[in-house]
């Protein structure tokens, strides 16, 4: 029987990319705008709302699921919530956003979701800045949800209401239920057909039990606005690349929208090798540095620090968040260049190799 797919899965699943309609005042090919502080929702005080925020954010693991949650800011809502949903190897399944609010006078939860979409860019609950404000009337709603939270146990039970609609896995309707405790969270579901049959269930095995494993990480911000976060440290004894080292790495790189733009993995590709600082966007100069050999290390990078308001050609837009995954593979010193692709794309057209 094929693995079914849960309604959890399947709302990743849509999800997948930040499109135009993630925040207000941009276009197709634009980033999101920096919404004022003084533009966003009054935070409304109501301590039951702020404890199913607090219960249902954090980083959750099983053996085969990663789920983070942290709150995001919305222009037309006060409490969002952001959750991204990875592979046990940290690939990227999708994204979704949680609106907790009340409604004549009961609490909710509103799961929606972006219209459409492509593969999200990885591990952007990391760097809110490059997702900024959403506005959850340009999104999809997927259902509404009930919680129920238990003050003394600090447990917060969330269920739909009545069967939603699906078509996932040969259902009709679906129905979910979400347990978060202190410490862990469980996710269990099951579709129906027209007649009301099971037809699946999620998860298999105990992949639906996760374990509460502490707050959604956050990457690293340095003095110039770069954030990075790290994958998968390198070995304890390997090289520390510094300035004036040569790097061979592998990498790819992702607009927030979820569009990978270049990838040295491609087949006919090579490692890019180059020289830190060298001639790269100031991201990759600064980035770089500190990397162990063995290391795979997230960059999110500003406009200013990436193609700022010029954009490069037609790939990159102006104004532009990067995302690159990048894994150093070797080091050398100044005077002894490994083997390897020197060249990167010559995405902004100036005649100069760049990322």
Known sequence: ?????????????????????????????????????????????????????????????????????????????????????????????????????RFEGQPRIRM??????????????????????????????????????????GRLQISSERPMPTYAGGAIAMNSRFEFTPSGMTISENGVDIAGATVWTFPEGDDGNLRRVGPAPVAVQTD????????????????????????TVNYTGWLPSGQMFDTSKQPGREPFTVQIPGGV?????????????????????PPALGYGERGAGNVIPPNSWLIFDVELLSLA?????????????????????DH
């Open 1 to 101: 029987m094929t693995k079914p797919t849960s309604r959890l899965v399947l709302a990743f699943a849509s999800l997948l990319g930040l499109s135009a309609g993630i925040a207000v005042a941009q276009n197709a090919a634009s980033q999101p705008a920096a919404i004022p502080a003084d533009q966003l929702p009054e935070i409304v005080p109501d301590a039951l709302l702020d404890d199913i925020m607090n219960a249902m954010s954090g980083s959750f693991v099983s053996s085969g699921l990663r789920i983070h949650i942290t709150p995001i800011r919305a222009i037309d809502a006060d409490r969002v919530l952001f959750a991204a949903a990875e592979t046990g190897e940290g690939d990227t399944m999708g994204q979704v956003f949680f609106h907790i609010f």
């Open 112 to 153: 929606v979701r972006l219209p459409g979409g492509a593969a999200a860019a990885p591990g952007l609950y990391a760097a809110m800045d490059a997702i900024g404000a959403v506005q959850l009337g340009q999104l999809d709603v997927t259902g509404d949800l009930t919680p129920v939270f238990d003050a003394a146990t």
């Open 224 to 247: 110039t606005g770069l954030r990075y976060h790290i994958i998968a440290e390198g070995d304890e004894h390997a090289q520390v690349g510094v300035k004036g080292d040569t790097y």
């Open 333 to 353: 010193k100044e005077g002894s260049v490994p083997a390897g692709e020197r060249h990167p794309h010559d995405h902004d057209g100036d005649g100069i190799p």
């Open 281 to 301: 966007i100031q991201g990759w100069n600064e980035g770089l540095i500190g990397m162990k050999v063995g290391e795979k290390r997230r960059l999110f990078i």
